[in-house]
């Protein structure tokens, strides 16, 4: 059986992204989440699921109670968080729960654009970095006529 050799946050394995030219593929987990218990058992316990990812991104784990840091940035609504990220972090795809076949699917549709869709992609990081922007932005006090 494949194992997903995951790797912990940090800066090392966005350098090695750089590197070798791979987006990272985040799991935001909580030991406590049955969906996550779920998903490692269904998505990642697939051995052709848990082989491409490893061999063509940097998979990274994240306990999201160890780091509500990356939790904050990355979380897609609940647990499990599932993102495909650049190697300077920014979000290519994100998601909760994916089932075994729907991640088959997903995986090198993302991993296409990644490597053949540059300036597309870029689009797609500039819309998310502004929509961000506009979501943490506080509104302006309002003024009494």
């Known amino acids: 059986m494949t194992e997903i050799a ?10 090695e992204a750089q590197r070798q030219n791979k987006p ?22 697939n051995d052709a699921i848990a082989q491409y990812i490893s061999e063509q991104f ?29 190697p300077e972090g920014d979000v290519l795809w994100g998601g909760t729960f994916v ?8 995986l090198p549709q993302v991993l296409n654009e990644f490597r053949n869709n540059k300036q597309g992609m870029a689009q797609h ?3 998310v970095r502004e929509q ?3 979501q943490n932005t506080p509104p302006l006090p309002r003024r009494n006529k």
Do not use: H
């Not at 089932?99 to 997903?106: C, I, R, T, V, Y």
């Open 132 to 134: 961000l922007r506009v």
């Open 6 to 15: 995951w790797r912990p946050w940090g800066e090392e394995v966005f350098a």
């Open 58 to 86: 940097i998979p990274v784990r994240v306990d999201s109670d160890q780091r509500p840091d990356v939790n904050t940035r990355y979380a897609q609504g609940g647990w499990p968080s599932t993102c495909v990220l650049t």
């Open 24 to 45: 990272v593929f985040l799991s935001l987990y909580a030991r406590w989440c049955r969906f996550c218990k779920a998903m490692d058992q269904q998505t990642y316990g």
């Open 99 to 106: 089932q075994p076949d729907q991640m088959a699917q997903l």
């Open 125 to 127: 990081v500039a819309r």
